[in-house]
C-alpha cells in the first residue's frame, strides 16, 4: 500500500489510519431468529471508518446493502452530538457512520441513529426511512411487535410510530440532573450496561432506568490549547464520593408510570436489565461494596420485586456478560463460581466442568445456550449446551472465538495464530455455508510470537523477537509491554495481536508482554489476588516473567537495558516499575496513567481497594505519589486532555510531585485527544515518539 506515488505507507501510519486494521472488517452482527438472514456493520475499505448496514441472505449466500450513510445525509453532514460522542468514548467506539443498531427478532426491521437522526431501514427489501423526530437522536430501540421506536433525547424518552407519526414524550424530568432511558457512567464504563430502556414483549410498555446525577460531583475538563472554548462539565464519581442515584420505573405509551421496588440502600447499582420474550422484566442489582448481587423479578402490574438469584462473595461478585436468560421449561441460565471455576448453571444444575471457565452466554434458546469458555487463558472457545445433547465444543483450533446463533444457523468470529485478521463464517450443521467478507487492510507485518509460561505461577507470556534480516547484532534490549490488570488480557493466541509488538520488535527490541495475577481467564482465585493490592502482585509478576523470559533465551537479552511502555492501567504499571524498581526497569512511557486511585471512578476502583476513607493505606500503598521522589529512571507521561476516563489531573498530580522532588521527567499532553488516541497524526506519531525516548533512554545514566 502507499501514501502517494512512489511512496511508501510506513506501519504507524497505516495501523493509525486504518485504525489498527479494524476498518473494513464486519462487526456487530445479529442472526435472524429463524437463520435466514445476518445482519452486520461493516465500511467500504480498510481505510474507510464510515460504517454502512448490510445484510447477508443465509440461503442465497449473498450480501446486500440496506444503509448508506453517504445516501442518506448531505456531504459533511455526519456530525454527532456530543451525548452520542460521550456514548461511544464509554463504549470505546472510533468507528464513525452507522456504529449501532436494534433489529426484530426476525431481522426484518432495525433502528439507527445517525448524525443525531433517527432512521428506520428494511431488511428485508432494503433501503432506509427517516423518522421526523426532534433530537438529537440516542439509543433507538424497536419494539418486538415492529410499531414503534423508542429513543432519548434530552435527556428523556420519547417514543414515535414507525410510519414517523405520533411522536411524544413519554417521560422525562424538567432538570439537567435526571435523565431516563440512558446509562450512567459507571454502568457504561464499569459494568457493561450501555443502554437504559427495554419494551416489554407485547410493544406496550417500557422498563426505564431513571438517573438523578445530583449528588455526583462536577468536574471540568478544559483544553489549554483553546481558551476561547468553555471548559466541559461531567459527572464523575470518585473512589469514595457520591454516585448517581438509579432506579427503574415500567412506563407506558400513555406516560402511565410505575416505579420499582427494590432496597436501593442496600443495592444501589443497577447493573442488568431486561424484558424477556414471554415472561416478567427483571433487573440485577449489586451492593456498593459488590459483595452482593441479586436478580430480582419484577411484578409488571405492581412493581414489587422477587428475588430470584442472590450471589454473595468475600471479595466480590462479578458482573458476566450474556445472563441472565430463560430456557422455555423456566429454569434460569446463569454464570457463578464453585471450585475456582466461572461455571454454568441451567436451574440448580452445574453444566459445565471444573476447570473450565466461562466468560460469557453468547446465546441462548428454548432448551439450549452458546457460551464462551476455555480451560487456557490465551485462548477463548465457543460450547454449545442443551437439554439433548449436553455441552459440546464447537471450536477447536487454538485461537480466540465469538458466536451467535439463530435457528439452526452459527456464525462464528474467529482469530488464530495462523490466520491473517479476524474472519467470520456462517455454518449449518458444522458445514460452512459461507463468509462475511472483509475489507480490512492486510498489515504488512507478519508477528510471529512465542507465548510461554513463565515463574512458578506459570504467568502466560508472549516474546516477540526482531525478524532475521533487521535483528542487530548482540543481546537485545527488552521492551515489556503490558496490560497487566483486571479485565485485560493481552497473552492470547491470536496473530493479530502483536502487530504492534512486531513493529517494536523490528525496531531492535526484544518485546515481552505478559498476564499477571488479576488478569482474567484463570479462575476467581487468581483473579482475587489483587484485592486491595493493585501494586505489589502485578508488578512482581512482571518481574518475575522478565527473569523467566531470560531463562528461556539466554544470551539474547540485554536485562542492563530493559524498558516498559503501557496504557491505561498498563501505564499506570509502567510509571510503578521505574519508580519501584529501578534495578530491573531503566525506562517507562505511561500513557494515560491511574496515578492516584482516589480520583478513578467508584465501581472499579472500590471492587479492588475499597473505599480511601475505609482503606487509606491501601490507597496510599497503591498510590504513584508517595514514590515520586525516588525516581531515577527516565520516565515519559503520554495523557490526552480531554480524557474523562483517565482525567488529565492525573498526570499532573504526579508531575508536580515529581518537580517538588526535582526528578527530572518528560510530560506529552495530547490537546483534544480523550482516553483513545484513535487521530491518525496523533497514533502514528506517538509511536515514532515512543521508538526515539527509548532508545535515548536507555543510553543514559541513571538521573
Known amino acids: 500500500m502507499s501514501d502517494g506515488p512512489g511512496e511508501s505507507l510506513s506501519f504507524p501510519r497505516h495501523r493509525a489510519r486504518t485504525r489498527n486494521f479494524t476498518l473494513g472488517r464486519p462487526r456487530s452482527a445479529t442472526v435472524a431468529a429463524d437463520g435466514s438472514r445476518v445482519v452486520f456493520l461493516r465500511s467500504a475499505g480498510g481505510t474507510d471508518p464510515v460504517n454502512a448496514l448490510w445484510v447477508l441472505d443465509v440461503e442465497r449466500a449473498q450480501e446486500r446493502l440496506v444503509a448508506d450513510p453517504a445516501r442518506l445525509l448531505e456531504a459533511g453532514d455526519d456530525d454527532v ?49 427517516e423518522l421526523p423526530v426532534a433530537g438529537p437522536v440516542i439509543d433507538p430501540r424497536l419494539d418486538p411487535t415492529g410499531s414503534c421506536v423508542a429513543y432519548v433525547t434530552g435527556g428523556a424518552l420519547h417514543v414515535v410510530v414507525t410510519d414517523g407519526t405520533d411522536g411524544r414524550l413519554l417521560i422525562g424530568e424538567d432538570t439537567d440532573d435526571v435523565t431516563w432511558g440512558v446509562a450512567e457512567f459507571v454502568a457504561a464504563e464499569e459494568m457493561g450496561r450501555e443502554r437504559g430502556h427495554w419494551w416489554a414483549s407485547d410493544g406496550q410498555r417500557l422498563l426505564v432506568a431513571r438517573v438523578d446525577e445530583s449528588p455526583v460531583q462536577r468536574w471540568h475538563i478544559a483544553d489549554p490549547a483553546h481558551p476561547e472554548q468553555p471548559a466541559m462539565e461531567t459527572r464523575y464519581p470518585a473512589a469514595g464520593t457520591p454516585n448517581a442515584v438509579v432506579t427503574a420505573a415500567i412506563v407506558g405509551l400513555d406516560g402511565a408510570r410505575l416505579d420499582v ?16 420474550d414471554g415472561r416478567a422484566p427483571y433487573v440485577v442489582v449489586q451492593s456498593r461494596d459488590q459483595r452482593r448481587l441479586q436478580v430480582l423479578q419484577v411484578d409488571a402490574e405492581t412493581g414489587a420485586t422477587t ?81 439433548s445433547a449436553g455441552l459440546q465444543r464447537l471450536t477447536t483450533v487454538p485461537g480466540l472465538y465469538r458466536g451467535l446463533a439463530g435457528g439452526d444457523v452459527l456464525v462464528v468470529e474467529s482469530a488464530t495464530i495462523d490466520q491473517v485478521g479476524i474472519s467470520w463464517t456462517i455454518s449449518r450443521a458444522d458445514a460452512e455455508l459461507t463468509r462475511l467478507v472483509s475489507h480490512a487492510d492486510i498489515p504488512a507485518l507478519h508477528p510471529v510470537p512465542a507465548l510461554l509460561r513463565t515463574g512458578r505461577r506459570e504467568i502466560r507470556t508472549a516474546v516477540v523477537l526482531p525478524r532475521d534480516d533487521v535483528r542487530p547484532p548482540g543481546p537485545l534490549p527488552v521492551l515489556i509491554s503490558p496490560y497487566g490488570g483486571p479485565q485485560g488480557r493481552m497473552v492470547v493466541a491470536a496473530r493479530h495481536a502483536y502487530l504492534e509488538h512486531q513493529w517494536f520488535a523490528d525496531r531492535g527490541f526484544a518485546v515481552v508482554v505478559a498476564d499477571g495475577r488479576g488478569t482474567p481467564g484463570r479462575g476467581p482465585a487468581w483473579d482475587r489476588t489483587v484485592a486491595h493490592d493493585l501494586a505489589g502482585p502485578v508488578l512482581e509478576d512482571q518481574v518475575d516473567a522478565l527473569a523467566g523470559v531470560a531463562d528461556r533465551f539466554p544470551g539474547e537479552l540485554d536485562l542492563g537495558r530493559v524498558a516498559i511502555q503501557g496504557w491505561s492501567f498498563g501505564g499506570y ?117 515512543q521508538v526515539e525516548f527509548l532508545r535515548s533512554a536507555l543510553s543514559r545514566p541513571p538521573i
Do not use: K
Open 81 to 129: 452530538p456530543p451525548e452520542e460522542r460521550a456514548r461511544r468514548e464509554r463504549m470505546r467506539e472510533i468507528g464513525g457512520g452507522i456504529v449501532g443498531y436494534d433489529a426484530d427478532a426476525g431481522a426484518t426491521a432495525a433502528a439507527f441513529a445517525l448524525s443525531g437522526r433517527l432512521f428506520l431501514a428494511d431488511l428485508v427489501a432494503g433501503g432506509a426511512t
Open 261 to 276: 421496588a427494590w432496597d436501593t440502600d442496600a443495592l444501589p447499582y443497577l447493573a442488568g436489565a431486561g424484558w424477556p
Open 307 to 387: 428475588v430470584v438469584r442472590e450471589d454473595t462473595d468475600p471479595h466480590w461478585v462479578d458482573i458476566n456478560a450474556g445472563v441472565p436468560v430463560w430456557l422455555a421449561d423456566g429454569r434460569l441460565v446463569w454464570l457463578a463460581d464453585l471450585d475456582d471455576t466461572r461455571r454454568l448453571w441451567v436451574g440448580d444444575e452445574v453444566v459445565t466442568p471444573e476447570g473450565l471457565q466461562v466468560s460469557a452466554v453468547a446465546g441462548a434458546g428454548d432448551d439450549w445456550v452458546l457460551l464462551e469458555a476455555s480451560d487456557e487463558s490465551t485462548e477463548r472457545h465457543l460450547y454449545r449446551w442443551s437439554v
Open 573 to 689: 504499571l509502567a510509571a510503578l516499575a521505574v519508580l519501584r524498581r529501578p534495578d530491573v526497569f531503566h525506562a517507562a512511557v505511561a500513557g494515560a496513567p491511574v496515578t492516584d486511585w482516589a480520583l478513578y471512578d467508584t465501581h472499579y476502583t472500590e471492587r479492588f481497594l475499597g473505599t480511601p476513607d475505609d482503606q487509606p493505606e491501601v490507597y496510599r500503598t497503591c498510590s504513584l505519589l508517595e514514590d515520586a521522589a525516588g525516581l531515577e529512571r527516565p520516565l515519559m507521561i503520554v495523557h490526552g486532555l480531554a480524557d474523562d476516563n483517565v482525567v488529565f489531573a492525573h498526570t499532573l498530580h504526579l508531575s508536580s510531585a515529581l518537580l517538588a522532588a526535582g526528578r527530572p521527567h518528560t510530560v506529552l499532553p495530547l490537546s483534544g485527544v480523550t482516553h483513545l488516541a484513535s487521530e491518525e497524526a496523533v497514533a502514528e506519531n506517538l509511536l515514532l515518539l
